[in-house]
C-alpha cells in the first residue's frame, strides 16, 4: 500500500507560480512511476505530468510543457510539481498519483492522494 498526501496549493494571480508536494509513505518500488493530475469543475481528469521514480524520466502534458517542472526525491519519498506561468486554465484540483507503470489515463492509477486546490485569477 502507498498513501500520498499533497500540499502547496493556493490562490495566485495568472503569471504567478506555485510549487506542490507530494509525500508518499508505505513501499516504493523503484519501478514506479509518480505523477500529477488535475480536475477542474465539471471536466474529467487529466494527466498533468510524471515521473519515473527510478531514473527520474520526465513526461509531460502539451498544455503545461515548458511552464511546470515535475521532480523527486528519492531519499524523502517526495515528489514535486514546480508550476510557473499560471494561467486561469490552470485552475483546478491536483492530484498526486503512484503506478506501477507510466501512463496517461487517470484509471490505470492505483494510488491517489486527496488532492490539493490551485486557483488561478486572472
Known amino acids: 500500500q502507498v498513501q500520498l498526501v499533497e500540499s502547496g496549493g493556493g490562490l495566485v494571480q495568472a503569471g504567478g507560480s506555485l510549487r506542490l508536494s507530494c509525500a508518499a509513505s508505505g513501499r516504493i518500488f523503484s519501478r514506479y512511476c509518480m505523477g500529477w493530475f488535475r480536475q477542474a469543475p465539471g471536466k474529467e481528469r487529466e494527466f498533468v505530468a510524471a515521473?519515473?521514480?527510478?531514473?527520474?524520466?520526465?513526461f509531460y502534458a502539451d498544455s503545461v510543457k515548458g511552464r511546470f517542472t515535475i521532480s523527486r526525491d528519492n531519499a524523502k519519498k517526495m515528489v514535486y510539481l514546480q508550476m510557473n506561468s499560471l494561467k486561469p486554465d490552470d485552475t483546478a484540483v491536483y492530484y498526486c498519483?503512484?503506478?506501477?507503470?507510466?501512463?496517461?489515463?487517470?484509471?490505470?492509477?492505483?494510488?491517489w492522494g486527496q488532492g490539493t486546490q490551485v486557483t488561478v485569477s486572472s
Open positions: 515521473i519515473r521514480w527510478w531514473s527520474g524520466t520526465t
Open positions: 498519483v503512484a503506478n506501477t507503470n507510466y501512463d496517461r489515463k487517470p484509471d490505470e492509477y492505483d494510488y
